[in-house]
């Protein structure tokens, strides 16, 4: 299995940024699909997931309104559009799949995790 992640970048506060995961050797529809971030010197945290039949989705309280996930089942992609991006955003984005996704805010559920793609926002 493996999970990609594209699409960080250093951008100003305010700006936008759309992250990409993509997904390979899994059947993705039976996956939740999470994506997680980690700042220097902290925990790693939830930041939203989708439900596997992409009827539900999640959201931290610190990103909900600003941020957005999607997945696309057809081409095992998954997605974290971010708008009004913060400086306390600032972090390496981690996209993450779950069998079954019944537990979609709990880390240590996900089976599979990507190697990350940071992101800066600065001031």
């Known amino acids: 299995v493996q999970l990609v992640e594209s699409g960080g970048g250093l951008v100003l506060e305010g700006a936008s940024l759309r992250l990409s995961c993509a997904a390979s050797g899994l059947t993705f529809s039976n996956y939740g699909m999470g994506w997680f971030r980690q700042a220097p010197g902290k925990e790693r945290e939830f930041v939203a997931a989708?439900?596997?039949?992409?009827?539900?989705?999640f959201y931290a309280s610190s990103v909900k309104g600003r941020f957005t996930i999607s997945r696309d089942n057809a081409k095992n992609m998954v997605y974290l559009q971010m708008n009004s991006l913060k400086p306390e955003d600032t972090a390496v984005y981690l996209c993450a799949a779950q069998f079954g996704g019944s537990f979609l805010y709990t880390l240590s559920e996900y089976d599979y995790w990507g190697q990350g793609t940071q992101v800066t926002v600065s001031s």
């Open positions: 989708f439900s596997k039949s992409g009827g539900m989705t």
